[in-house]
């Protein structure tokens, strides 16, 4: 509890509920139920983003592919349900579309050794381009209601997808947690050189990495498309950045190795927070990139100190243990 | 060479009849190249069940290479390994591992943020309840004493070894090598070290033990081999050979004395020129000592004592210092590389790749670094650039084809030249070599120390560190001797002598601190 | 010196990459072949190179900029605002570029006082630059600056500000002989970067620094400073890229240069430098901007589509990458084997 206090989640949670009651000092429609589900509701896109980057990022990598990728889902889901698919065949095509461009990130840097930056940066155009190459750049409208309708959805008065969302969290967390492969993410993050010497599967760790991350922007771009109902050209654009803000802001650190599913998933719920938050104070949207800018910032500024401060802590503990061991001799 | 002889009657004693097993591993023939260079140049290696075999070399000399190889990290270019008399192909750790060779590394593999269990844990495909009840008699055995569930970033160096070593023992290794593994050991954890490899040879497991100390080789090895310049140039049952042998192997030109020279006679000291007045940070306390012209100040202790730690208080890289440093008679509170170096004042760092040298680029361009003030104005002239590199190339003896050749392609030796050819680019009048002769080769090794009798000759006061206690007494007019972050002796004359050196470093003679 | 040498590097390879090029387009189109039309091809990548130039320094000492993208759209904005408050359009653009510095100064700050991730950084400022864009004219208004039309400065949010004077929009197409204004500026920033990288104590700086920097603290670099500089001259270069645009254009808009990141970056890493850092030369970029500028030029002229463009541009990123990669990874074997080779004689 206390580890848990101190830690990354608490602090973003903490900032989350402050920025909640702050608006309400001045709009208390926000406390309404509808509300709350709504800030919920419209963040999940970014959340299911945000964890297969947090996949990435574990292992020290970065992939800035996947808002492309999930605009490329939602496309292949958009226009195989217009040509009559079922609803599970196109939600497949659209998933296995994720997972191919996740594989062609994960061969290249893998394989190719190119540098992931530099690899999904190319792979990021590549999606965008076909995207509109496949629907001749004009949006897919008219979908089926089929897809439409799980968004209308409700359990206890809590739409479908939330609930979703929170059992694929619960699910990601538990796998991080338990599941020992997937302890393999921060392992490599942590020492990449150590996990390849103690006979971690370095590579095939970072294939499913980055097909992973291509498997969440689909599964984004499925309840994406289910929400809105129609899919834009520019659809989930900026989100890879977005989903690199959230984590970090979550507490996945960029250095690797460190970091929880519900950390990555908070980050995303501020991000998009923050924007909601915005419209209840009324002020215009155009200040949202500029707030999320400047608490990114902020929380990485703060981050930094606190590092710095555990840091010295460590060092000293360090050489006063070491100072013990040694008084032993004598 | 006292400590040599007592180790010599040790190892008499436990080397004794002993028979040696059936050969395990072989090692035929091996060739290893990096980026052009030959690294080891066809070296042969055996290791009998039961037996420690010890492998000395110099840093640069290949051994760590041939244990990578053995261990599967880095995979031979020519030439074969044997494991009980079949050829195997070791393509990955994983794949050693799995034939029963397991590498406990210098430098432990730690996973800062995960916890001490999982560290120990992985890439085993034990349930955490299974590994738990594995790993806890093993830790009782070794006397590891740390929680489970900790994150491992909290460990001391002396407990991520006892976890390597624990690593090694779950995957039930037949081969366990040792790479260095008392560098950063005290005495006591030394002992007890040995006396766990003891028990683990009588098991009939194989140990391959890498040191650079030849009082523990003889105390602990029953087979020595001797690796220079990646050849192999001697191996020996150690009741065959001694110390002297090992010496003379590792040197290409036999002497007695580490820096073949009789020792100079002491000048007279100028003005003072470095003074230090109650440094203390949370690594070393209360350190007081003034440097003068012309002078080598040499400053023992073991890896740890906070040598290192001190230096870097001094030119103001640990900002966390605490105390008084005056260069020159000038005291600076703020400190930094760059300020120092203006007031005359160079440190040449222990880590000579992580904070030396700039491996990718021009050699020249590591030799500049700290005057490029110097190449004019406005625009750096190459022409200056090349005369000063030149003059430096000549003056060292640095073997290159041109002053442009890319640093990271030099010997070990030549990289260290060039690197104190950096140092002293910028005119220094106070420099702090922290183990100017680590890891490099016989004749650089001389071409260091003629080198810092020529600066001392100038005028250049010298703090020498070192763990090489020879070269120590032979180059200092002074010693101080640092013991667990406190300086506990100063010795001077007749004082400064192999035995009082020892002692003083493992505190055998100072009063230890509560 | 053997002239040869100069065969073997890589911007030689880019030089002949676009000669190769200029030819295989002039063959499908031969209005490719004439330098004046070649020239006028520029306008339409200026600003890339503007911005890439500079991000190579940065890229050098193993750094990374992406707030550029934001910073071309905050210059613009603030050109068009300062303008339409009545300020000479050359005081408004010394404005915008200042601007550019003072965005640079913010990310060199940051980076080179904490040691967070520059990508992180420049990630969090890439939002902040464009929120403040995009915000920066209801800001005035909320300032009392309502003076400017009933709708208030607000009222540009969304068309941009047009109507800028002449004299400012005509530097982007007038000419010295068939050279435009703009292109010589690049060649101008072009060659006092390259004199800046490769013969002053600071370009000797950025190298050691992405090479090592701790042995750059130790040698007594100063490391601060100097990133902190390459910061300052990559949002001064995005800031010229903004301004470049706003006059192309012919309006200033809070969005302009959104979608560059993608080729800024291309043009850097395909002009030599290595994302890790310690490698890098000004005209590689500019060599390599030329060469995936007049690409896309090319392709667009033989009807291909603007989003098939994007995809060749991004496979070309890619297999450029991997193509080096590999070619080191084989360059290193080959050594290896020759001194293997060599062995019996050694």
Request: one cysteine or more; a negative charge.
């Amino acid at each position: 509890m206390k580890k848990f206090l101190r830690s990354r989640e608490a602090l973003i949670t903490g900032l989350l509920i402050l920025l909640i009651l702050f608006t309400g000092l001045f709009n208390s429609n926000i406390f309404k139920f509808n509300s709350i589900t709504e800030i919920f509701n419209a963040s999940l896109t970014l959340v299911l983003i945000s964890l297969g980057e947090m996949f990435v990022i574990f292992t020290r990598g970065i992939d800035v592919s996947v808002g492309a990728t999930t605009g490329l889902a939602a496309v292949i889901l958009g226009t195989t349900l217009n040509l009559g698919w079922p609803i599970e065949w196109a939600i497949s095509a659209a998933i296995v579309t994720g997972i191919l461009a996740g594989m062609v990130n994960a061969v290249g840097i893998t394989f190719l050794r190119v540098p992931p930056i530099i690899m999904t940066l190319g792979t990021l155009g590549i999606y965008r381009g076909l995207m509109r190459i496949i629907t001749g750049g004009s949006w897919i409208e008219n979908l089926p209601q089929s897809i439409k309708e799980p968004n209308l959805w409700k359990f206890a008065g809590i739409p479908f997808y939330v609930w979703l969302t929170l059992l694929v969290i619960a699910i990601t967390a538990w796998i991080t947690l338990k599941y020992k492969p997937a302890r393999y993410f921060y392992a490599v993050g942590d020492n990449e050189q150590g996990a390849y010497i103690l006979g971690i599967p370095v590579r095939l760790t970072l294939f499913a990495a980055y097909t992973l991350a291509g498997f969440f922007a689909a599964l984004a771009a499925v309840v994406f498309t289910s929400q809105i109902g129609f899919v834009s050209m520019n659809a989930a654009d900026g989100f890879e950045l977005k989903a690199i803000a959230a984590n970090v802001l979550g507490g996945v650190s960029l250095t690797g190795g460190i970091g929880t599913p519900l950390g990555a998933a908070i980050g995303a719920l501020f991000m998009t927070a923050v924007h909601s938050m915005l419209i209840f104070l009324g002020v215009p949207g155009i200040w949202d990139n500029a707030f999320a800018g400047v608490i990114l910032l902020t929380v990485v500024y703060i981050d930094y100190h606190v590092r710095s401060a555990l840091e010295l802590q460590r060092r000293q503990a360090r050489i006063r243990g070491d100072a013990s061991l040694k008084g032993g001799e004598s | 060479m006292r400590i040599w002889e007592n180790a010599m009657k040790s190892a008499d004693s436990a080397n004794a009849n002993k028979p040696p097993g059936n050969v395990m591993l072989e090692l035929r023939n091996v060739w290893k190249v990096f980026a052009g260079v030959p690294v080891l140049k066809g070296i042969n290696f055996t290791l009998a069940e039961g037996e420690i075999h010890a492998l000395l070399g110099g840093n640069g000399s290949g051994k760590s290479t041939t244990m990578k190889i053995i261990s599967g990290a880095y995979q031979l270019d020519d030439g074969e390994i044997r494991l009980y008399g079949k050829p195997v192909k070791l393509d990955s750790p994983k794949v050693a591992h799995d034939a029963g060779i397991y590498m406990v590394p210098q430098e432990p593999h730690v996973f800062p943020h995960l916890s001490v269990l999982e560290n120990l844990g992985i890439g085993l495909d034990f349930s955490p309840a299974e590994l738990r009840t594995r790993v806890e008699p093993l830790l009782e055995s070794l006397g590891f004493h740390a929680d489970l569930e900790e994150e491992a970033a909290f460990l001391s160096i002396a407990q991520q070894q006892l976890l390597e070593i624990v690593r090694g023992l779950l995957r039930n290794a037949r081969v366990l090598i040792f790479d260095e593994p008392t560098s950063a050991l005290t005495f006591r954890e030394t002992e007890q070290l040995f006396e766990r490899m003891r028990r683990l040879a009588a098991q009939g497991i194989g140990l391959i033990f890498i040191s650079h100390r030849l009082g523990e080789v003889m105390e602990i090895a029953d087979r020595v081999s001797v690796l220079r310049d990646g050849v192999m140039v001697l191996d020996e049952p150690v009741g065959n050979i001694t110390p002297h042998d090992l010496v003379r192997a590792m040197l290409p030109e036999s002497s007695d004395n580490v820096t073949g020279e009789e020792k100079r006679e002491r000048l007279e000291p100028g003005e003072v020129v470095l003074e230090v007045e109650n440094l203390h940070s949370e690594a070393f306390s209360d350190a007081s000592f003034k440097l003068r012209a012309g002078e080598v100040l040499g400053l023992a202790g073991l890896v740890g004592s906070g040598r290192t730690e001190l230096s870097e208080a001094i030119v103001g890289i640990d900002k966390h210092a605490h105390g008084l440093v005056k260069i020159g008679g000038t005291a600076l509170n703020n400190r930094s590389p760059s300020i120092c170096q203006q007031h005359g004042l160079v440190y040449v760092p222990e880590d000579r790749h992580a904070h030396g040298i700039f491996l990718d680029l021009p050699s020249v361009y590591t030799i500049t670094a700290g005057i490029l003030d110097r190449l004019g104005k406005w625009f750096l002239s190459s022409e200056a650039e090349r005369s000063i590199g030149e003059r430096f190339v000549d003056a060292m003896n640095i073997k290159l084809t041109s002053i442009w050749q890319i640093a990271g392609t030099l010997s070990g030796g030549n990289q260290q030249k060039v690197v104190l050819a950096k140092a002293l680019a910028g005119e220094p009048r106070v420099v702090i070599l922290d183990e100017p002769t680590r890891g490099i080769d016989a004749s650089a090794r001389q071409d260091v120390y003629r080198l810092i009798r020529e600066l001392t000759r100038q005028g250049v006061a010298i703090l020498l560190i070192s763990s090489e206690l020879e070269e120590v007494v032979d180059l200092s007019d002074r010693v101080l001797v640092m013991y667990r972050g406190r300086l506990t002796e100063e010795l001077t004359g007749d004082d400064i002598n192999l035995e009082r050196v020892t002692e003083a470093s493992f505190g055998l003679t100072a009063e230890v601190p509560a | 010196m053997n002239w040869t040498r100069y065969l073997r590097t890589w911007e030689f390879a880019l030089v002949v990459l676009l000669v190769v090029e200029i030819l295989i387009l002039g063959m499908i189109n031969p209005t490719f072949l004439n330098a004046e039309n070649l020239l006028y091809a520029t306008l339409d990548f200026t600003h890339i190179l503007f911005a890439a130039l500079p991000l190579t320094l940065v890229i050098i000492t193993a750094g990374i900029d992406i707030s550029s993208v934001s910073v071309m759209g905050l210059a613009s904005i603030t050109l068009g605002l300062a303008w339409v408050a009545g300020i000479n359009i050359f005081v408004a653009l010394a404005i915008a570029l200042l601007v550019g510095i003072i965005a640079g100064l913010f990310n060199g700050f940051f980076v080179a006082k904490t040691d967070v991730n520059p990508l992180v950084i420049t990630l969090g400022t890439l939002f902040m630059f464009a929120g403040i864009a995009q915000g920066m004219p209801a800001l005035l208004d909320l300032l009392g600056f309502k003076a400017y039309g009933s709708a208030g400065l607000a009222a540009y949010q969304y068309e941009g500000i047009t109507g800028l004077p002449d004299s400012f929009i005509g530097l982007s197409e007038a000419t010295v002989w068939i050279i435009p204004y703009p292109f010589i500026a690049v060649l101008i920033f072009a060659v006092i970067l390259s004199l800046l990288l490769h013969k002053t104590r600071f370009g000797r700086y950025l190298y050691l620094i992405g090479v090592n920097p701790k042995a750059a603290v130790y040698s007594g670099v100063p490391v601060q400073k100097t990133l902190i500089w390459a910061y300052v001259l990559s949002g001064f270069g995005a800031a010229l890229a903004g301004s470049y645009l706003t006059a192309y254009f012919t309006s200033a808009r809070a969005d302009l240069g959104g979608d560059a990141l993608l080729p800024i970056i291309t043009a850097v890493v395909l002009g030599g430098a290595d994302i890790l850092g310690g490698s890098g030369t000004i005209w590689g970029t500019l060599l390599a901007g030329l060469v995936l500028g007049f690409l896309r030029q090319g392709l667009l002229a033989i009807g291909v589509t603007n989003d098939l463009i994007q995809v060749v541009m991004g496979a070309v990123l890619v297999t450029a990458m991997a193509v080096k990669q590999l070619m080191n990874v084989y360059g290193e074997y080959r050594l290896n084997r020759k001194a293997l080779a060599n062995k019996e004689r050694g």
